[in-house]
Every structure is written in structure tokens, then in C-alpha cells.
């Protein structure tokens, strides 16, 4: 004989189900929460020594000593402007204890040709800009910017540039540098290197088809300008690096040169919001620490810290912007 259903135990049975869903809400969450805060993974999509591990090494260092989190570690990826470490992240769907350090090299990557974008991501937060120098030799020809760009625009093929990844802010870099005096962009001989190490062998090194001028961040440099092995002849940035004397391109009559390289974190994409706000959480615990601080004024950075929705609304237009660069530049 069928039971019958009264109305109270239709209340009730709905009751008792919609309480289950809870419960495995919950479940799901407790699964992830604090996972971050035990481990956490910090990626840097690019080889040992350049801009972008350099910003995962000080953030795994204020990490670590302030006892944000358990324990902290840096695993590098290099190749393709971060892109092949975007493919790699984006894989990692729902993990909660990863981030990855981006910028504006990874948007001239992703549009000269990627399976994904930041878009397949969670934004976490922007960090700060670093600034690119052009840089050559000691025992250069070019003893100033103007030197340089009086034999670039006599023989572009005779000058070749080095920066980093093909498309990237190095790159863009040069291409406004040439459009300023009138090279086309498609004249520019430009080689890209893994990172700033590589590069700076490159620039030191008489072999043939090495390069007479490079273009990287001011970090890349640092140690080689300070020892006179480099000869800085210009900063993309706009004022003089505090204790660094360096003209900046405005100074030196090119305003138009003008492409800040900002760094930023995010995660991989299918987080829930709680494992999102736990991120976010950390890294902004991480750059109110004096020792983000201090590496922050150590590295010449400049600290421009963005989350959240605003975040997302910088990304999707610094990546237009660049995009449209790149294509005015005939480097896409």
C-alpha cells in the first residue's frame, strides 16, 4: 500500500535535501580552504634570473619570513612571452594554492598567437611597474641614445637589438623606439633571448651575430651597469630611477617611448569565490610586509597594487591596448 505524502512531509523532505546540497557545499569548500595557506606554489613563466622570477623570489621571501603561509616555493617555465606557463595553468583548473607571475610581456605573447589568455584565468592582483633600459657594451661606439639611433636609422639590418621574447615589452619597446625616428618596424632586427641572463652574455660576448644593443628591465642590468660592463642610455619610465642616473626617454626628446612593464599575480581559472578571496587575502598581507617594501625600493619598482574586479578591468584593456600596438608596430 502506496504511503501517503501529507504536506509536512513534502516540507520536510525538501528540507532535509536542500540541507544535504549545503552539506556538500560545504564539503567541497573545506577541501580546498587553507590549502594555500599551507603550500603554496609560486610560478614564474619564464627561465632562472629574469624580471618575472624575480618578482616570484621576493614574494616567496616575504612569504616565507612573515609566516604568511606554510611553505612557499618557485617553479620556473619558461618559454613563448609566459605563454607556455599560461597553457600549464590554465590545465590546473580548480587548484587553489598556485600563482603565476604575468605582466605586459605575457599580453604581447598571447597576441602574437595562444590557445588562451589572462581571460581563462582568476586575477588576483597587480603588484607594480618595472621599468626597461637600453643598454649597450662598455667598449660600445654609441656613447649616448642619440649615437645609437643615428646609426640604427643609417642601417637597421647593421644594428641588430636584443631584448626578451619576441612580442614582448622589450620588443614593443624597440619598435616605438624606431617609429620615433622613422625605421619601420619591419626593418628592425630584433632578437629575443629566454631572459635578461641570457641577454646580457649576449651583449658581453664578441662572437658573431651577437647584439650590439640590448633592451631589458633595469634589474637585468643592474649588476653590469654598476660594475661599468654596460653603458645605460636611456629608461623607459616616467622620471629618473631614484638613486639611478639614467635619462629617461622624455628627457632625451622621445616621449612616445612610453611602455611601463607592470607585474602581477594570477591563478588558475574554477576557483570557487572563498578559495579566490583566500588568495587575495595572502598577497595583499604579503605587500604590507617591510620586506615586499624593501624590495619594492631595492629593485627601483613602483608599487601599484590593484584587486578584484578592477583588476580584471585593467587586464582586458592593457591587453586591447597592447594588441593594437603590436599590429601599428607591424609586430603581429
Known amino acids: 500500500m502506496a504511503t501517503k505524502l501529507t504536506p509536512w512531509s513534502i516540507i520536510s523532505t525538501v528540507v532535509v535535501l536542500v540541507l544535504a546540497g549545503f552539506a556538500v557545499a560545504d564539503a567541497r569548500d573545506t577541501e580546498t580552504t587553507g590549502k594555500a595557506r599551507a603550500s603554496l606554489t609560486m610560478m614564474a613563466p619564464a627561465a632562472a634570473g629574469g624580471g618575472w622570477d624575480l618578482v616570484a623570489r621576493e614574494a616567496q621571501q616575504s612569504l616565507r619570513k612573515n609566516k604568511i603561509v606554510g611553505t612557499v616555493q618557485v617553479s620556473n617555465v619558461p618559454g613563448a612571452a609566459g605563454t607556455i606557463g599560461l597553457s600549464q595553468l590554465v590545465r590546473m583548473e580548480g587548484q587553489p594554492n598556485i600563482l603565476m607571475v604575468t605582466g605586459t610581456v605575457m599580453l604581447g605573447g598571447i597576441a602574437r598567437g595562444s590557445d588562451f589568455s589572462l581571460a581563462n584565468t582568476t586575477p588576483i592582483a597587480r603588484l607594480a611597474e618595472d621599468f626597461q633600459v637600453v643598454a649597450v657594451p662598455a667598449g660600445s661606439p654609441h656613447r649616448t641614445l642619440d649615437d645609437f639611433l643615428t646609426a640604427w636609422k643609417a642601417d637597421p639590418a647593421a644594428t641588430p637589438v636584443g631584448g626578451g621574447s619576441a612580442g614582448g615589452v622589450d620588443h614593443l619597446v624597440a619598435g616605438q623606439l624606431a617609429k620615433s625616428v622613422g625605421i619601420p618596424g619591419s626593418d628592425v632586427k630584433y632578437t629575443p633571448h629566454s631572459g635578461g641572463g641570457e641577454l646580457t652574455i649576449s651583449l658581453l660576448s664578441s662572437a658573431a651575430g651577437t647584439v650590439n644593443v640590448g633592451i631589458s628591465g633595469y634589474n637585468d642590468f643592474r649588476d653590469m651597469i654598476e660594475s661599468g660592463k654596460l653603458r645605460a642610455l636611456a629608461v623607459v619610465a616616467p622620471e629618473r630611477l631614484a638613486g639611478v642616473d639614467i635619462p629617461t626617454m622624455i628627457e632625451l626628446g622621445?616621449?612616445?617611448?612610453?611602455?611601463?612593464?607592470?607585474?602581477?599575480?594570477?591563478?588558475?581559472?574554477?576557483?570557487?569565490?572563498?578559495?579566490?578571496?583566500?588568495?587575495?587575502?595572502?598577497?595583499?598581507?604579503?605587500?604590507?610586509?617591510?620586506?615586499?617594501?624593501?624590495?619594492?625600493?631595492?629593485?627601483?619598482?613602483?608599487?601599484?597594487?590593484?584587486?578584484?574586479?578592477?583588476?580584471?578591468?585593467?587586464?582586458?584593456?592593457?591587453?586591447?591596448?597592447?594588441?593594437?600596438?603590436?599590429?601599428?608596430?607591424?609586430?603581429?
Do not use: C
Open 254 to 332: 622621445h616621449p612616445e617611448v612610453d611602455l611601463v612593464n607592470w607585474r602581477g599575480l594570477v591563478a588558475p581559472p574554477g576557483l570557487s569565490e572563498t578559495d579566490r578571496a583566500e588568495l587575495t587575502a595572502i598577497v595583499t598581507e604579503m605587500v604590507a610586509t617591510a620586506e615586499w617594501k624593501e624590495a619594492v625600493n631595492r629593485n627601483r619598482w613602483k608599487e601599484n597594487f590593484l584587486t578584484g574586479p578592477d583588476f580584471e578591468k585593467f587586464i582586458a584593456e592593457e591587453q586591447q591596448s597592447i594588441t593594437a600596438l603590436l599590429k601599428e608596430l607591424g609586430l603581429a
